[in-house]
């Protein structure tokens, strides 16, 4: 059988792996993280994103400047050096923060929106979804990201250990 082409470039993608050889990241006296790439004079502030933020939460970040242009990607966290890795790993944290529900409390409806009063580990919230089904995002068989009106995100670490009222009152919406 004969190959055909059809217009498609069988090209890859050029990804830019960023490595503890062509990379050097500081943080500034005010917690900002900055990279210095080889062969460029300065530091820069940049941003981290993690590419697939629950299967690889260590893995595959991508770096770039405050307008989003890319740098590249790291691999691995694990590849650079211990306090390397604690900027890296602070950061994403701090990014990625979401309070962990142990308890649903009560769920009110009200104009189109609900209301919920949760139980975090970090203590009792009261937080608002717009669009409830739309705002609880299933991860997996087992876990839930809720994002509330303000962008705020609340993880349910494990559908199965909630008590059962608190799961009644979310099941509706999984």
């Given at each position: 059988?004969?190959?055909?082409?059809?217009g498609?470039?069988?090209?890859?993608a050029?990804?830019?792996?960023?490595?503890?050889e062509?990379?050097?990241?500081?943080?500034?006296?005010?917690?900002f993280?900055t990279?210095?790439f080889?062969d460029t004079?300065?530091?820069v502030r940049?941003h981290?994103?993690?590419?697939?933020?629950?299967?690889?939460?260590?893995?595959?970040?991508?770096?770039?400047?405050?307008?989003?242009?890319?740098y590249?990607?790291?691999?691995?966290?694990?590849?650079?050096?211990k306090?390397?890795?604690?900027?890296?790993?602070?950061?994403?944290?701090?990014?990625?923060?979401?309070?962990?529900?142990?308890?649903?409390?009560s769920v009110d409806?009200?104009?189109?929106s609900s209301?919920?009063t949760?139980?975090?580990?970090?203590g009792?919230?009261?937080?608002?979804?717009?669009?409830t089904?739309?705002?609880?995002?299933?991860?997996?068989e087992?876990?839930a990201?809720?994002?509330?009106?303000?962008?705020?995100?609340?993880?349910?670490?494990?559908?199965?250990?909630?008590?059962?009222?608190?799961f009644r009152?979310?099941?509706?919406?999984?």
């Amino acid at each position: 059988m004969e190959d055909k082409d059809f217009g498609i470039a069988n090209k890859s993608a050029d990804i830019n792996y960023l490595t503890k050889e062509n990379v050097e990241f500081s943080l500034t006296q005010n917690g900002f993280v900055t990279a210095k790439f080889k062969d460029t004079p300065d530091f820069v502030r940049v941003h981290l994103s993690r590419v697939f933020p629950h299967d690889l939460p260590e893995e595959f970040i991508s770096v770039s400047d405050v307008t989003g242009t890319e740098y590249g990607i790291i691999r691995n966290i694990c590849d650079f050096e211990k306090e390397t890795e604690e900027i890296l790993r602070h950061e994403l944290e701090r990014r990625y923060f979401s309070a962990k529900i142990t308890k649903i409390l009560s769920v009110d409806e009200k104009f189109g929106s609900s209301v919920w009063t949760v139980e975090t580990k970090n203590g009792m919230r009261v937080i608002t979804l717009k669009d409830t089904f739309a705002s609880i995002i299933r991860i997996g068989e087992d876990r839930a990201m809720i994002v509330d009106i303000d962008a705020n995100r609340y993880e349910i670490e494990s559908l199965s250990s909630l008590d059962k009222h608190s799961f009644r009152r979310i099941e509706l919406f999984l």
